[in-house]
């Protein structure tokens, strides 16, 4: 089973990341802070998903593979992978739709009819990186 989903896709510190978000939340964005810090591109605006083994596997479309959008300076040029296993979906939403203190629940979902960590993140937000590694240590316990 595949799927090719609009969001954006890095390796970092190991893991395959799908960042989901409506247009405009900040997907090129946060992935690009991950970059800038280690990461490695997957893709931007179209991540194709395959579920095999009980894994999702994610990749870039082959027509912009290496590029990500820099908002207000178009597609950028990125070292980037062929391919990651997911481990972490970020879902980039409103801010009040934040939890404090979220339940265990709230910080999974389903892709493809496998469960994977999820951290939901406020759009924009200048804590989003340290999200993301917090969920990573979480993950790797």
């Known amino acids: 089973m595949s799927v090719t989903v609009t969001a954006s896709a890095i390796v970092y ?3 395959g990341i799908l960042i989901r978000g409506a247009p405009g939340t900040g997907k090129s964005t946060l992935a690009l802070r991950l970059i800038e810090d280690g990461g490695r591109l997957l893709g931007d605006d179209r991540v194709h998903l395959s579920a095999r083994n009980g894994r999702i596997i994610a990749g870039g479309h082959g027509a912009i593979a290496g590029t990500i959008e820099l908002h207000g ?3 950028v040029a990125r070292p ?5 296993i997911l481990r972490l979906v970020v879902d980039l939403v409103a801010p009040d739709r934040i939890e404090r203190l979220p339940e265990p629940s709230a910080l999974t979902t389903t892709l493809l009819g496998i469960a994977l960590p999820c951290q939901p993140i406020a759009t924009m937000s200048p804590s989003a990186a340290m999200l993301v590694r917090e969920a990573l240590v979480a993950i790797w316990r």
């Open 80 to 84: 980037f992978e062929r391919s990651a």
């Open 13 to 15: 510190r190991g893991a």
């Open 73 to 75: 300076r178009g597609l």
